[in-house]
């Protein structure tokens, strides 16, 4: 095959669309069973949009919620609002997720779903890898792409430096329904040693996800406890919490969540998505960077298929680009990050933003790309 892509989410499946539309072979080995609820905050900017439709995958399709502003509290509920300048839209990972694979599917992409990549190793001498399957399946790919997500037991085979690393931040995701919410709004409220976004998505749910230390949990014993007596404490997310219908039983939740750098290109296989670099969720557009990193990973996969690069010269050119693209993203979610957390700082960084609405829109343009 020409392109074997390790992860089905949202920066695998696009690749896989993009790659596939330029004529070649594509495989995806995607661990689960589609459809299924992944923790992440379901919005996506509106820059995305021309290119989705160049793959023929509008996600108007979807009736994903149309969000046009924006609202950020601190802790005690002081309350920031303003318009969002190019928009977005909100959609569940579980619909997306399943759409784009079937698009794929249709379109010719082998998708192995419920398998799962043990190990790839680089051939010299016949330019390509070989790639193992825990059921011991062995496939041979001119390319392999990496959008294996925020952490994978694949992250410590390859001994990436920030697995090495225990982060203290965790993810809990819930879906809910509260009628008469604004349905238009993403809003980021603070509380001690955390943030929660909420916005709508599709059949009239809520996404309601936020991040917090794996101490804070600790101290409280369990979610329940922890929302109620940590989140509850901002006005805002109390009534959210104490109003709201929750959809399912159990929330989603992820540990270990690090927003170190990371490397995009590692034993000769390209990376892209959250494998690649993880946007901290208070800039709220990791969606958007993980199709826009597909859009690159395709566009000098192509070039080296069609024989234009070496391999060297497409690992060059792909880190440069990437870093070009996202790497002041990056570090300035790094930087906002350590205003929010601490109630005194989140109060006052939170009260003075307030007067100042252009720098509030300076941020954000400088965590959100052009439309591509």
């Not at 619909?95 to 249709?106: K, S, V």
Request: hydrophobic content about 40%.
């Amino acid at each position: 095959m020409d392109v074997l892509i390790i992860g089905g989410g949202l920066g695998g499946l696009v690749a896989a669309l993009d790659l596939r539309m330029r004529g070649y072979a594509v495989t995806v080995v995607e661990r689960q069973q589609y459809p299924f609820h992944r923790v992440c905050g379901e919005y996506i900017s509106n820059e995305v949009l021309p290119y989705l439709r160049r793959l023929e995958a509008d996600p108007a399709v979807l009736q994903p919620a149309q969000l046009t502003r924006f609202a950020l509290s601190s802790p005690a509920g002081r309350l920031l609002s303003l318009p969002l300048d190019l928009g977005g839209f909100g959609v569940s990972r579980y619909t997306l997720d399943l759409h784009l694979c079937r698009l794929a599917e249709a379109r010719g992409v082998t998708v192995l779903q419920q398998a799962t990549v043990t190990a790839v190793a680089f051939e010299a001498a016949t330019d390509s890898h070989t790639v193992m399957l825990a059921d011991g399946r062995q496939l041979t790919a001119r390319t392999v792409l990496g959008a294996f997500g925020k952490r994978s037991a694949f992250d410590r085979q390859l001994q990436r430096p920030f697995f090495q690393q225990r982060s203290p931040y965790i993810g809990v995701k819930h879906h809910l329904r509260l009628p008469g919410y604004p349905t238009d709004l993403i809003a980021l409220h603070n509380f001690a040693d955390g943030y929660a976004g909420i916005s709508a998505v599709e059949d009239d749910r809520l996404c309601f996800c936020y991040l917090t230390t794996r101490q804070n949990l600790k101290s409280q014993g369990t979610i329940a406890q922890l929302e109620a007596n940590v989140l509850g404490c901002n006005p805002h997310l109390r009534r959210i919490l104490t109003e709201a219908e929750y959809l399912y039983a159990q929330p989603e939740v992820i540990n270990e969540i690090s927003f170190a750098p990371k490397s995009c290109v590692e034993e000769h296989m390209l990376l892209c998505g959250d494998a690649a670099g993880l946007i901290t969720p208070l800039c709220g557009n990791g969606m958007a960077m993980a199709l826009h990193g597909a859009q690159l990973a395709a566009t000098h996969l192509h070039d080296f298929l069609q024989g234009r690069t070496t391999r060297a010269t497409l690992e060059t050119h792909y880190r440069h680009d990437w870093q070009r693209h996202f790497g002041q993203r990056l570090r300035v979610g790094r930087l906002v990050q350590g205003l929010f957390g601490q109630p005194v700082l989140s109060e006052a960084v939170v009260g003075g933003l307030r007067y100042l609405p252009a720098a509030v829109r300076a941020l954000m343009r400088r965590t959100h790309g052009q439309p591509f």
